[in-house]
């Protein structure tokens, strides 16, 4: 059986972390240990690591701030398993989520493997819609957590796992911030590792409590996606650019109402049927009234924030190459 070491930086957010070690000390197997690394935080987690110091097998490190791609690299360096896995701190960890990666690298070994997020039962309405906005289909986040996705599966760092290998030849990641997860699977893959997903190994994803929050979030994703292309240009592909057609096409409707008024209703037609498909999915799969009308609102801002994100950052790097 293989020892794992489950590595979590975290930033001034000691609530989160209680919850994720409560849900860690429940795994069903043992076999782990738990590195938290404290990247430079005002508010620490300190004495909540230490109420679980008779629960877990569990070290607190603590480093300047440095970022979480680096914040991971240094637990790497400290950590005693033959496995690595990575959570954001804001995640909870169903019971059984190691026995499955146990049982599933026996069966179908990976050198590096990804799982999907769910919204728990707990999460508020905003939160679950804003999971359902980063899951579903009719967004760019039905891209990740399947099976059928184009081309390589990239792991994500909020539930990614690495051999111990794939440490040692790649040297972790190269960036801390702006997409460091995407450039470090492509990295793996590159190097001949084989990668994929372990679909059963879901964890439930906290995110962002507001949809202000999460607007800030998407935006950074969209300028990460734009920085990844300076180290990957191919990494930048069609689909990425969905959310900016999505975007242009609400500007350019305002602006057939001026100009031809059977076009505009035409194109206002086509948005109301993609926000009722979107309505009457979450609602189905939240069943809540209250959780599909605010996904229509997370699909909206997650969109346009990826796509003014993408056009910041595309801005910002011909403004420093001029």
């Known amino acids: 059986m ?10 001034n957010r000691p609530d989160e972390i209680a919850e ?7 795994q069903t197997l043992k076999n782990f240990e738990v590195i938290i690394v404290e990247d430079g935080s005002s508010i620490t987690c300190k004495k909540e690591v230490e109420r679980f110091a008779g629960k877990l097998d569990i070290r607190y ?3 300047e701030n440095s970022g979480q791609g680096f914040s991971r690299n240094y637990g790497f360096a400290r950590a005693k398993g033959d496995y690595f896995i990575v959570f954001d701190s804001d995640c909870l960890i169903p019971a059984n989520y190691l026995q499955i990666v146990e049982d599933h690298l026996n069966k179908d070994y990976l050198d590096a493997y990804g799982g999907p997020d769910r919204a728990d039962a707990s999460f508020t309405p905003v939160q679950k819609a804003i999971n359902y906005a980063m899951t ?6 039905g891209i990740r957590g399947r099976k059928q996705h184009a081309g390589p599966y990239h792991p994500r760092s909020f539930n990614m796992g690495i051999s111990r290998q794939v440490y040692e030849k790649t040297g972790g990641y190269c960036i801390t911030r702006m997409g460091e997860d995407i450039e470090f699977s492509i990295r793996i893959i590159n190097s001949g590792f ?4 372990i679909e059963e190994a879901f964890v439930y994803h906290k995110r962002r409590t507001s949809l202000g929050q999460f607007y800030k979030q998407l935006h950074f994703f969209g300028r990460a996606r734009i920085n990844v292309g300076r180290f990957f240009p191919g990494e930048v592909k069609p689909v990425h650019f ?25 194109g206002l037609a086509l948005y109301a049927g993609y926000y009722f498909l979107i309505f009457i999915d979450s609602v189905w799969k939240n069943r809540s009234l209250v959780v599909g009308i605010l996904s229509v609102a997370a699909a909206t801002i997650q969109l346009s924030a990826y796509a003014m994100g993408m056009v910041s950052e595309y801005l910002r790097g011909k403004k420093g190459s001029a």
């Open 194 to 197: 084989k990668v994929g997903l």
């Open 136 to 141: 579903s289909v009719f967004t760019t986040g």
């Open 20 to 26: 994720l070690l409560a849900s860690l000390a429940g």
């Open 2 to 11: 293989r020892f794992y070491s489950l590595i979590v930086p975290v930033y």
């Open 242 to 266: 969905f959310p900016l057609f999505f975007l242009l096409g609400w500007l350019a409707l305002m602006g057939t109402w001026f100009v031809c008024r059977p076009l505009f209703y035409l």
């Open 61 to 63: 490190c603590v480093k």
